[in-house]
């Protein structure tokens, strides 16, 4: 993976349908390649999982290109209704995350606001023809006309792939999940919804140990919710969460059983002369990643995304504006929603870039060496395999040169806010609205 502020990006591939007319099940909701790329899950608002496959031609072909096909399509979650608080429960994914592969079948987990699932995706290519006791159809031959005996063979058939719901993890939160992270161990995972984490064992359904409350006693003096939490991805013992106060918090599950002490809270003071009324609002962290070497964590806040060093508290080693420009239109974001927004972030596979995305569907990728930063555009007009992505700007002034947008000129419907990144690849995945793009460097 080169220093990815000399990387030139192009175009790949676009999953989904380019009509207009969107309907609010197709928009996607979450994004994750699995540990070594090859598969890259979809969920989207409609309860849907799509799992599409890298294309083997693609993979070995010189250049590589990364292309992706769909593999398997299943519906995770079903709409629902809580009748003790006449409540609808929506089918929307909020998070997919994948386990290590110990076997040829796949395993994710997928949840929505109050229920965890746990898949197996499998591939079967081969039936079995000739049973004794039941017709090749499934019927149950009539015993009395059974002369002889036969020998099942097994037959080839076309591939199919399997999803199947293994687990089904329920009724451990009372409010909506945002998070699961599986710990490195492999056997756990954690869930954690606004004020509770809780840690399962991937083969108990029926028990999960709250690890983190900070539910008040009196609901009144609530000042903070969780808003992301994630398993540190060596040490099985530490996890970290974010609130929407602008913290992150390091806990150590050896040093007690209830991690209501943190062992560490990363903090960065607030600069008193950007103080407003909307600096709660934007300081609240929406996503929280530690990198893959388990050293460093980025937070994604409103308008910037903040690299820390865990061994840091104080403040973080790096801080890259995302949308500075937006600082003064907090107003209107706050009188549309938007201000509300919850965008997430990732590492690429070596650590050396980040990724997070903006409006108007753009997406931002700061390269740590070099600190360019590029921001670029998930666009039909593009969708021609091999297309250079030009990077965009956007002007705050009066005068806007040629290839500039001006602020005033965003579209705040479309927004990028889930992205990933390849393994161990210069690949990523974004996701805008109902379609899923795909872009990968110039070799």
């Known amino acids: 993976m080169a220093g990815n502020g000399d990387i030139q990006w192009c175009f790949s591939q676009v999953k989904g349908t380019l009509e207009d007319d969107v309907t609010e099940a197709d928009i996607i909701s979450c994004v994750e390649f699995n540990h070594d790329g090859d598969l890259l899950a979809t969920g989207d608002k409609g309860g849907r999982v799509v799992i599409f496959q890298r294309d083997p031609v693609s993979k070995n072909s010189i250049p590589r290109r990364g292309e992706y096909n769909v593999y398997s399509t299943f519906q995770s979650?079903?709409?629902?209704?809580?009748?003790l608080k006449s409540l609808e429960i929506e089918e929307k994914?909020?998070?997919?995350?994948?386990?290590?592969?110990k076997n040829?079948?796949?395993?994710?987990?997928?949840?929505?606001?109050?229920?965890?699932?746990?898949?197996?995706?499998?591939?079967?290519?081969?039936?079995?023809?000739?049973?004794?006791?039941?017709?090749?159809?499934?019927?149950?031959?009539?015993?009395?006309?059974?002369?002889?005996?036969?020998?099942?063979?097994?037959?080839?058939?076309?591939?199919?792939v399997e999803a199947s719901p293994r687990r089904i993890f329920a009724n451990a939160h009372t409010y909506h999940i945002n998070s699961i992270s599986v710990n490195s161990d492999q056997e756990t995972y954690l869930s954690a919804d606004d004020l509770r984490i809780n840690l399962w064992h991937l083969e108990i359904t029926d028990q999960s140990f709250n690890i983190v409350d900070i539910k008040p006693t009196n609901m009144e003096e609530l000042t903070?919710?969780?808003?992301?939490?994630?398993?540190?991805?060596?040490?099985?013992?530490?996890?970290v969460y974010s609130s929407s106060k602008g913290t992150i918090r390091l806990c150590d599950m050896r040093s007690a059983a209830l991690c209501d002490q943190h062992s560490k809270l990363f903090e960065e003071p607030e600069d008193p002369t950007n103080r407003s009324f909307f600096s709660e609002i934007i300081s609240s962290?929406?996503?929280?990643?530690?990198?893959?070497?388990?050293?460093?964590?980025?937070?994604?806040?409103?308008?910037?995304?903040?690299?820390?060093?865990?061994?840091?508290e104080t403040k973080p080693i790096e801080c890259y504006t995302?949308?500075?420009?937006?600082?003064?239109?907090?107003?209107?974001?706050?009188?549309?929603?938007?201000?509300?927004?919850?965008?997430?972030?990732?590492?690429?596979?070596?650590?050396?870039?980040?990724?997070?995305g903006s409006y108007n569907n753009f997406f931002r990728v700061f390269d740590r060496t070099t600190k360019r930063d590029l921001t670029l555009e998930a666009a039909r007009d593009i969708a021609k395999p091999k297309t250079l992505l030009k990077p965009r700007k956007v002007c705050t002034g009066g005068k806007r040169k040629k290839d500039e947008i001006s602020v005033d000129c965003l579209d705040f419907n479309k927004k990028i806010l889930h992205t990933a990144w390849h393994p161990s690849e210069n690949v990523v995945a974004v996701a805008a609205t109902n379609n899923l793009f795909l872009f990968q460097d110039k070799l």
């Open 104 to 160: 040829p079948a796949h395993f994710l987990l997928s949840t929505n606001d109050k229920t965890i699932k746990l898949w197996k995706v499998s591939e079967r290519d081969k039936r079995v023809e000739g049973y004794n006791t039941k017709e090749e159809n499934g019927t149950i031959r009539d015993p009395a006309c059974i002369t002889s005996l036969r020998v099942p063979t097994i037959k080839p058939m076309e591939l199919m």
């Open 322 to 356: 995302v949308h500075e420009y937006l600082r003064s239109k907090l107003c209107s974001l706050y009188e549309n929603d938007c201000i509300f927004d919850k965008f997430e972030c990732c590492w690429s596979g070596n650590d050396s870039a980040i990724m997070t």
């Open 224 to 239: 903070e919710v969780i808003t992301a939490a994630e398993f540190h991805p060596a040490e099985c013992n530490v996890l």
């Open 285 to 312: 962290i929406s996503d929280v990643k530690l990198s893959n070497s388990g050293r460093y964590m980025i937070s994604r806040d409103y308008l910037s995304v903040k690299v820390w060093d865990l061994q840091m």
């Open 77 to 83: 979650h079903e709409p629902e209704f809580d009748y």
């Open 93 to 101: 994914i909020n998070k997919i995350r994948w386990l290590k592969r």
